[in-house]
Structures are given as structure tokens and as C-alpha cells.
């Protein structure tokens, strides 16, 4: 079993929709979890943090946590063409000083 | 612009050479991390320094070392590299381990 896993995709949602990305995770005591955006050919960029269970509100970003099924997620709301990246999913683990990371899942946001 | 600059941007290099990659921070951190990034695998993450000490050190062939001369510089020395080991080599930094990290743009690495 992957440490982190999420579905590659691509995920394609029309312009105005809600994206909504899963990500589960196989470490039961990982505290910190994260969302990086990477726009092709460029480096990932830190979008949202999350710690405890339930909803974090970041603009058009919610990042939503269930420590129970071990699973996190990331809506964009009113997507928009800019928003289409990979998204990866970061994990804390290995007793805190170790990210792990997903392989990404690619957004297309389409016109 | 995130506060991490890496160079150089990209590198082409025999399976014979010697080069370094460098990273520098300008955000106060005191964690940078040296990650490995091919396509269509997970970020891997390669060495952890905290306070200039090496703090994780991820099964790493030895062709790979790195160096933390003080909390803002991190350098990657490379040699006899292999054509396996061309991909993109992010620097990283956060202020303590475990926190937020913040990526430098990378290093596309060609090993020929």
C-alpha cells in the first residue's frame, strides 16, 4: 500500500465548477497534512495546510480532513483555466520530519 | 518568487563529472530539505538538514552528497552520476521541521 495515495486523473470539470480532489493516506498517527499546486515545468507551490479534523477556508480553496478514514481533500470552488495543475497531496510522516507525497492529480479546468 | 533560489536552473552532464547544485533561503528557516522529482513518480525526498545538521538521510546512493554550511546555504555535490538519475532536483525550506515548506524553482538535471 502506498504511503499516500491519489487518483492520477486527469480530472477535467468545466469552467465555474467545483473541483474536488481526494487523497488518503496510510500513516494513522500523521498530524500535518498539505496541498501543493505544480503548474507544468514549474515547482510545487504551497496552497493550504491543515491539521484538525473537518474544514479549512482559503478563498476559493476548502481543505477537508477525516483523521478516522484517513483521508483528505481539497475543493476549488469556481474553477477557473489557471486553476488546471497537478495537484499534490503532502503527508507528515516518520515521526515528523518526513513529507511524503502523492503522485498528483492533473486538474483540467475547461473552457 | 517563494524566498528559495536554486542554481543552476539546469545542468547537462557526462556520467564522469563533478558538479554542485546550490540552494540559499532568504526566509529565515532553519529545515532545507533536497528532493528528487522524475516524471511520473512521487516527489522523493533525498536529505534533511535542521540547524545545519543532517537529520534524515532517505537511502541515498553515496554519488549524491550533500552539504549545509550554515542554515541559509545547501548545496548537492554530484558524481560519476548515472542517466537514472536525470530528473528535477527541488530545494526546500520551512521553519522547523515538520512545518510549511516552500520550494525553490529546481535544477533539471541531464546526466548523458
Known amino acids: 500500500q502506498k504511503e499516500v495515495e491519489q487518483n492520477s486523473g486527469p480530472l477535467s470539470v468545466p469552467e465555474g465548477a467545483i473541483a474536488s480532489l481526494n487523497c488518503t493516506y496510510s500513516d494513522r498517527v500523521s498530524q500535518s497534512f498539505f496541498w501543493y499546486r505544480q503548474y507544468s515545468g514549474k515547482s510545487p507551490e504551497l496552497i493550504m495546510s491543515i491539521y484538525s479534523n473537518g474544514d479549512k477556508e482559503d478563498g476559493r480553496f476548502t481543505a477537508q480532513l477525516n483523521k478516522a478514514s484517513q483521508y483528505v481533500s481539497l475543493l476549488i470552488r469556481d474553477s477557473q483555466p489557471s486553476d488546471s495543475a497537478t495537484y499534490l497531496c503532502?503527508?507528515?510522516?516518520?515521526?515528523?520530519?518526513?513529507?511524503?507525497f502523492g503522485t498528483g492529480t492533473q486538474l483540467k479546468v475547461e473552457l | 518568487e517563494t524566498g528559495v533560489t536554486q542554481t543552476p536552473r539546469h545542468l547537462v552532464m557526462g556520467m564522469t563529472n563533478k558538479k554542485s547544485l546550490k540552494c540559499e533561503q532568504h526566509l529565515g528557516h532553519n529545515a532545507m530539505y533536497w528532493y528528487k522529482q522524475s516524471a511520473k513518480k512521487p516527489l522523493e525526498l533525498m536529505f534533511v538538514y535542521s540547524l545545519e545538521e543532517r537529520v534524515e538521510n532517505n537511502s541515498v546512493p553515496s554519488r549524491f552528497s550533500p552539504e549545509c554550511p550554515n542554515s541559509s546555504h545547501l548545496f548537492l555535490h554530484l558524481h560519476t552520476l548515472q542517466p537514472e538519475d536525470s530528473a528535477l532536483y527541488l530545494c526546500?525550506?520551512?521553519?522547523?521541521?515538520?512545518?510549511?515548506?516552500?520550494f525553490g524553482p529546481g535544477t533539471r538535471l541531464t546526466v548523458l
Open positions: 503532502a503527508v507528515l510522516t516518520g515521526g515528523g520530519n518526513k513529507l511524503t
Open positions: 526546500a525550506s520551512s521553519q522547523v521541521p515538520g512545518d510549511e515548506q516552500f
